[in-house]
């Protein structure tokens, strides 16, 4: 009993430090609107301008399918089955199996319709024509879960590496060692702090943007959460590495910047990671940013219920675990 009470009172004092610093509290919320109203401005829905073809049974050894055309961005393709459904949702604009001698293409595409008639003109003989409709996804709408995500990382890996080597360097954690408190209860109230805040922030914005901007979620909203709810803590557990042991914030917050840049590029915030050499594919993989992204966006643009993203949410506990483990390990006080 009296450990689950320094457990609450560490976790009450934590969660007023940061509701008093209405500076942080108002960048939480209002950044992350203002990137997707800014981009919904820019793009008007259409997103950047670029043709995106799938390949599916080409070979890098192979004579290009479509010849020598200019500004499209060739995207390999391994399963015809999802690359269809971005057919319809407009993220390709044609689909060709090159082994097949086919092609899809949406009929309400203009990019499609433009790029089959190219394909036509260049291949003798034409391949066949396998027509799609469906409703574009606008860029707005889909940059959304990235930029919650991203500014859940921020929170996150900040909110609590950053913190905990401020409060070493102060010498706060010296004097929390005078006291009966235990290394994991304080770890643990600061992971369950970091959580409700973040959580209880993302889904403000994101109801925020729901409403004002007609964001469609087709999935269940409660893996919805849960994706955030597990990003959060695999990205809450990775900031407790680099407060571990560090008492230099110049260093922490170069460690911080170090772990969050390669996220925000890799793990497809900004653009899709389709068109990413393969092995930076591959990588990106190891990322857990990527894995909430790409969670996100299955639930609310395919439809995707607990058990299509389940792989997401185990590699995400699973990564929380391991961070966690070494994270508290290598805790030290002063």
Same mark, same amino acid.
């Given at each position: 009993?009296?450990?689950?009470?320094?457990?609450?009172?560490?976790w009450q004092?934590?969660?007023r430090e940061?509701?008093?610093?209405?500076?942080?509290?108002?960048?939480?919320?209002?950044?992350?609107?203002?990137i997707?109203?800014?981009?919904?401005?820019?793009?008007?829905?259409?997103?950047?301008?670029?043709?995106?073809?799938?390949?599916y049974?080409?070979?890098?050894?192979?004579?290009d399918?479509?010849?020598?055309?200019?500004?499209?961005?060739?995207?390999?393709v391994?399963?015809?089955?999802?690359?269809?459904?971005k057919?319809?949702r407009?993220?390709?604009?044609?689909?060709?199996?090159?082994?097949?001698?086919?092609?899809?293409?949406?009929?309400?595409s203009?990019?499609?319709e433009?790029?089959?008639?190219?394909?036509?003109?260049?291949?003798?003989?034409?391949?066949?024509?396998?027509?799609?409709s469906?409703t574009?996804?606008?860029?707005?709408?889909?940059?959304?879960?990235g930029?919650?995500?991203?500014n859940?990382?921020?929170?996150?890996?900040f909110?609590?590496?950053?913190?905990?080597?401020?409060?070493?360097?102060?010498? =706060?954690?010296?004097?929390?060692?005078?006291?009966?408190?235990?290394?994991?209860?304080?770890?643990?109230?600061?992971?369950?702090?970091?959580?409700?805040?973040?959580?209880?922030?993302?889904s403000? =914005?994101?109801?925020?943007?729901?409403?004002?901007?007609?964001?469609?979620?087709?999935?269940?909203?409660?893996?919805?959460?849960?994706?955030?709810a597990?990003?959060?803590?695999?990205?809450?557990?990775?900031?407790?590495?680099?407060?571990?042991?560090?008492?230099?914030?110049?260093?922490?917050?170069?460690?911080?910047?170090?772990?969050?840049?390669?996220?925000?590029?890799?793990?497809g915030?900004?653009?899709?990671?389709?068109?990413?050499?393969?092995?930076?594919?591959?990588a990106?993989?190891?990322?857990?940013?990527?894995?909430?992204?790409?969670?996100?966006?299955?639930?609310?643009?395919?439809?995707a219920?607990?058990?299509?993203i389940a792989?997401?949410?185990?590699?995400?506990?699973?990564?929380?675990? =391991?961070?966690?483990? =070494?994270?508290?390990?290598?805790?030290?006080?002063?």
């Amino acid at each position: 009993m009296k450990g689950l009470m320094r457990f609450w009172v560490v976790w009450q004092a934590r969660n007023r430090e940061f509701l008093r610093d209405r500076a942080s509290l108002a960048w939480n919320v209002l950044l992350p609107l203002l990137i997707v109203f800014g981009f919904s401005l820019a793009y008007n829905g259409d997103g950047p301008a670029q043709y995106r073809v799938g390949l599916y049974g080409a070979t890098t050894t192979g004579a290009d399918p479509l010849g020598d055309l200019p500004h499209i961005l060739r995207v390999p393709v391994d399963d015809l089955g999802p690359a269809i459904i971005k057919v319809e949702r407009h993220q390709l604009d044609l689909l060709l199996d090159v082994s097949g001698r086919r092609y899809w293409v949406n009929r309400d595409s203009p990019h499609g319709e433009i790029l089959a008639r190219a394909l036509e003109a260049v291949s003798t003989p034409p391949p066949i024509r396998q027509q799609v409709s469906g409703t574009a996804v606008r860029y707005a709408h889909w940059l959304l879960p990235g930029i919650l995500s991203m500014n859940m990382m921020f929170s996150c890996l900040f909110g609590v590496g950053y913190v905990v080597v401020r409060y070493r360097k102060n010498g =706060v954690l010296k004097r929390f060692k005078a006291t009966p408190l235990t290394a994991f209860e304080f770890l643990t109230a600061q992971l369950l702090s970091r959580l409700w805040l973040t959580l209880s922030i993302t889904s403000g =914005v994101f109801l925020l943007a729901w409403v004002l901007l007609d964001v469609p979620v087709r999935g269940n909203p409660l893996a919805l959460f849960s994706v955030f709810a597990c990003g959060a803590i695999a990205l809450t557990c990775l900031g407790l590495i680099i407060a571990a042991r560090l008492s230099s914030q110049e260093l922490a917050d170069g460690l911080l910047n170090l772990i969050t840049w390669p996220m925000m590029f890799l793990s497809g915030v900004w653009f899709s990671t389709e068109g990413l050499h393969p092995w930076l594919q591959r990588a990106a993989e190891l990322l857990p940013l990527t894995h909430v992204i790409e969670a996100a966006r299955a639930v609310m643009f395919d439809g995707a219920g607990f058990l299509q993203i389940a792989p997401h949410l185990a590699i995400l506990l699973g990564m929380a675990a =391991v961070f966690l483990t =070494v994270g508290a390990r290598g805790f030290r006080w002063d």
